[in-house]
């Protein structure tokens, strides 16, 4: 195999997938409404890879997969910045009427998501800081990970299941989870990834 392949796979590891959501968010902005894409496809991957950020800092795989969670953070915040920014005008909290227990993941404003997430990040620091020595829970921080990294399209399904409609989700954003799931899994067993990543 040419010296080359492994450099292009990895860099497109690391870049491709956050890109997948350029599409979502130019056309949240240029309809300036959010309305049909999930804000909680946000909370699962920046919840996820958090998490494989601090798998990462127990059982050192490989830097593209690191790189590609720190890039998908920075996506995800900008994204969900965006959906706040451009929020549905009939949306539960707009009405104080969100079913979800403290409201969470449908706050009013974005600080409130930043105040969770930097909650999150000082919790798993904790743990990671007290349990980091044990192989077990390093192995369940990265299953942890790929767990709620595979409920993706849960969210998806049912916005688009309540609204009867596709509208605002982009396909683009469809067919880059499945052509970035397919490309993901060859490329974890052709670099021979931890277990996790398979």
């Not at 969770?116 to 919790?123: T, V």
């Not at 044990?134 to 299941?161: C, D, H, K, M, R």
């Amino acid at each position: 195999m040419a010296s080359w392949i492994p450099t292009v796979a990895a860099v497109g590891m690391a870049i491709g997938p956050p890109l997948v959501y350029v599409d979502q968010a130019v056309s949240i902005v240029r309809k300036k409404d959010s309305t049909g894409f999930s804000r909680d496809v946000c909370a699962i991957l920046l919840i996820a890879n958090i998490t494989r950020c601090f798998f990462w800092l127990g059982d050192h795989f490989e830097l593209a997969l690191l790189v590609q969670s720190i890039l998908m953070i920075i996506a995800q915040l900008a994204l969900l910045y965006i959906c706040v920014r451009y929020r549905p005008r009939v949306s539960p909290e707009n009405f104080g009427a969100s079913s979800r227990p403290l409201s969470f993941w449908q706050w009013h404003t974005y600080a409130q998501y930043i105040e969770f997430l930097a909650g999150f990040i000082l919790c798993s620091a904790i743990l990671f800081l007290i349990f980091s020595r044990s192989e077990l829970y390093v192995t369940i921080l990265g299953f942890v990970a790929l767990g709620l990294e595979s409920t993706l399209p849960i969210p998806q399904l049912i916005s688009n299941y309540k609204q009867r409609s596709l509208y605002g989700f982009r396909a683009s954003t469809l067919l880059g989870w499945v052509g970035g799931d397919s490309f993901k899994t060859v490329y974890f067993f052709l670099q021979g990834s931890p277990l996790q990543f398979k």
